[in-house]
């Protein structure tokens, strides 16, 4: 009865310097013709987004445009205001009469008390079907069913300046990881170990030739084995810049003026991309800020000083360099070291530094506390055209659990949050709602994780008193949208 | 009577891109006026090299030029040739007679097998006094003994492509290391935090004047805290870059053509920078390869392509594509990606790989196998004028392991070594040796490192049989250079 907690997935993560080539990817998800996803038979609402191709009548799709939830809530008119109230701050839940989640997952939200106007969080939860683009022999595939994969998608969004961009990813992010799977439909369901290279045209052939390769050099005539996860991990990380792509392409007719953080489980073949685990609380994330990614921000800055535009220093110090101290010396870090040293100050070092803060008020440029998320396509450093891309990196840190190689039992979970709920929740605080919550509900009773997700929204958002949210020790609850999946590890079917 | 085992301090690190703007070391060491450092009253032995100042005759000079041993081993000429043996192999140790390595550090070494001339492995273990340059208030210190600090030093350095970057960075890194001490002698004494900003001039203002700056964001109004740890770690850092500068000026006259990876440990004021472990085998360094590196050097081929002279791809494939397989797709990963995906091959794709094979055989621009060093100034990519810096990157890593946190005892202790140790011994085998030989010696005798080293290097080594050199489980023995130090973690004075 030991719970397991807390997790996170595919964190967004590192690109640095210009987007690299990428191989193109022929059957991109459009966002305007692509309606979101929604389980099957449940209803969807809000109707869907402007030009989707739903019938909604136009002031509807303007409602939508500027306010939308996950449709697996099946919000009605005056569930929609009712989420879109800072004041009541109601925690959402999908409804016990629908259909249940995928795994009988748990969810629960509620809106910031005031800092932007909508919820900018959004979530996704969907089991995607990925049929094979073709077999590794080249020949078209039949488009039957039973020849494709599924995967479980579980994804949270946390939006910045606004939640289009969160938006845009919560309803396309899985259909770009579907598109990489494509290719992989088969080789993944092939045990033998993946083909290197794959013709280009349909009956050309394959690398099964490659053994004659001898190079000059004994390092050149090794080849090496890729496994079939790697495969999935690649597809993954792929899939986060295509989408990043996508919002920089659209970004006007969407206005998507903002960016968001993702946190994303994949569930495919037994493993899940990223992941929880057993036995005590293992975070399966790591926060991407100015102060955890300095030496990545600062060696972009040094390689390619251009994008530092005479405005910032790739150089840090402790604290900002005053004009009169020329001449003296002051402790820097350069994007090699991790201790310090004095340098004298020359006249570039009093650019403002491209890292500085710490903790909650680190920031990068002087401009953005986050270093990886999708969309910010037109964000700029304050008063400058200097942009803050690509030092605000697309690329996502993939981790791998194997879920099959634990038994696990109702109560383990895999805890995913936004920032409102670790803002103000410690993991030991997680772990102990967690034993709290499920411990008094039936271990069959499927209802038990949405439960969960709520008692965590409501500790995190706290009651109204004393003129704010506060929670039982009179500290302030978080201000922010609370987002939490509870997902439990049983695996599909087990719970559901 | 547990065993602490393993370990490496300063491993060579990275830079990255072109070295950076660094502030002047007022008085670098010169390798021309500096005699190796000996411990007091040992005999030096082989004379001072050519140009140090000694007044050896021109013939011992040449001699030792092409063949030198580190001075603690005290070797007569006769020892001199003994140990440059490859046949015999003997194990080299200081005598007992003379005056013990500090700690009562036990010291091993035994010259190839025949891979190479001369032994290409160096050592140098001191004690090092560091005099302060001048007070923080900015008035010219006193010259007072009891002012400065003392460090202890060991560093193992081993050699490719000839011994002088090895004897060279065996002279010479340790007063690096002092030099960039000398500004915080008074400043690492001084219980309160360190200034964050120093006078240019003696007796101008300090940075006590910093608490009226106000930024006009809140990240800039604040200031880190920094510690004098992190001073020291700064110091280490840039006296290995300042340590690469100097072989890069002097080489040709020093005729340094090849580099050497270090492995250095710092004991300052009761802390260890970069050390060992308690309770059981605590590994303190790791390999720099270009498997373990494979992303700095591709995130440096992406943002300076040019350093990649249109010969190389940054991408990494499986194997080498070949010319018949353009259009087809091929496994790739990227600078910022651990999973594998498909490309369609192009032309730039039939460049070398930057980084190319497994394992030992694993190559950087085809050409070398360690991606961290000092020296290697003039290395080239074999047939063409490409240079390998700054791939190879003279950066270390500095691990810091604070003594005075742990109880020791007389078994605790810190192994030293080369390639040719590690290469053929694992962790779990030193552990086992360490037991054995220091169970099998009084605690109290001082000998008993020693003794430990020179098992550790035989057991590495093994004995003659089967036209080769065996462990006693027939697989061959390392036929590389070894070198062991053993460090008592007890403590200065302790146990000598």
């Given amino acids: ?44 609402s809000p109707p869907a987004r402007a030009g989707s191709g739903s019938a909604a009548p136009a002031r509807t799709v303007e409602a939508r445009a500027s306010f ?4 697996f809530l099946q919000l009605s008119p005056g569930g929609l205001r009712r989420a879109d109230d800072h004041a009541g701050r109601a925690v959402q839940s999908p409804p016990d009469t629908g259909r249940r989640l995928p795994w009988s997952t748990g969810y629960a939200e509620v809106i910031n008390s005031g800092k932007s106007r909508h919820n900018e969080d959004q979530a996704c939860c969907e089991v995607v ?43 396309l992010l899985h259909r770009h990881i579907r598109e990489q799977l494509k290719d992989l439909v088969e080789i993944l369901q092939d045990p033998s170990p993946p083909p290197l290279c794959l013709p280009s045209t349909p009956g050309a052939p394959g690398s099964s030739d490659s053994s004659h390769l ?54 495919l073949l037994g493993k899940v991309a990223i ?74 070092d009093l650019r403002f530094p491209l890292v500085c803060g710490e903790g909650k008020k680190a920031r990068m440029m002087a401009t953005i506390g986050v270093t990886r998320g999708l969309g910010d396509h037109n964000l700029r450093v304050c008063s400058s055209t200097l942009p803050i891309k690509p030092f605000l990196s697309s690329f996502p840190e ?31 605080e997680v772990a102990a709602t967690v034993d709290r919550v499920l411990s008094a509900c ?40 609370i987002s939490v999946f509870v997902i439990p590890l049983g695996g599909p079917g087990s719970y559901s």
Same sequence: chains 1, 2.
């Fill in 398 to 428: 993939v981790r791998v659990y194997d879920l099959t190689q634990y038994e696990h039992c109702p109560d383990d979970v895999l805890v995913l949050g936004t920032d409102g709920l670790w803002d103000v929740t410690s993991d030991c």
């Fill in 129 to 171: 079907y990925v049929e094979g683009r073709r077999s590794v022999s080249g020949a078209p595939r039949e488009p039957s069913r039973g020849q494709g994969l599924c995967f479980y998608y579980w994804g949270l969004f946390d939006g910045h300046a606004g939640g289009r961009a969160a938006e845009m990813a919560s309803r």
């Fill in 275 to 348: 992941i929880v685990r057993n036995g005590e609380i293992i975070p399966m994330s790591r926060e991407f800020t100015p102060e955890t990614e300095r030496q990545r921000l600062q060696m972009l800055g040094f390689l390619k000083p251009e994008l530092l535009g005479g405005e910032f220093t790739h150089l840090e110090f402790p604290r900002r360099v005053q004009p009169k101290e020329l001449g003296q010396r002051m402790l820097y870090r350069d994007q090699n070291m991790t201790g310090w040293a004095y340098k004298k100050i020359e006249l570039e």
């Fill in 214 to 267: 001898v190079g000059p050099q004994s390092c050149w005539s090794s080849q090496k084995e890729v496994t079939h996860e790697s495969l999935v991990v690649g597809a993954i990380e792929n899939a986060f810049q295509f989408m990043d792509e996508q919002m920089a392409r659209e970004r006007r007719g969407h206005q998507v003026e903002g960016g968001c953080c993702a946190l994303v489980v994949v569930y």
């Fill in 1 to 44: 009865m030991l719970n397991r907690v807390r997790s996170a997935v595919a964190h967004l993560v590192s690109s640095g310097g210009a987007p690299p080539p990428r191989p193109k990817s022929p059957d991109l998800p459009n966002s305007t013709s692509a309606p979101p996803a929604a389980p099957p038979q449940a209803p969807r």
């Fill in 68 to 71: 939308c939830r996950p449709t």
């Fill in 442 to 481: 039936e271990p069959n009773d499927p209802s038990r994780y949405t439960a969960l997700a709520q008692a965590l929204v409501l500790g995190a958002r706290g009651t109204p008193r004393d003129r704010g949210w506060r929670l039982p020790n009179n500290k302030l609850g978080s201000g922010d949208d």
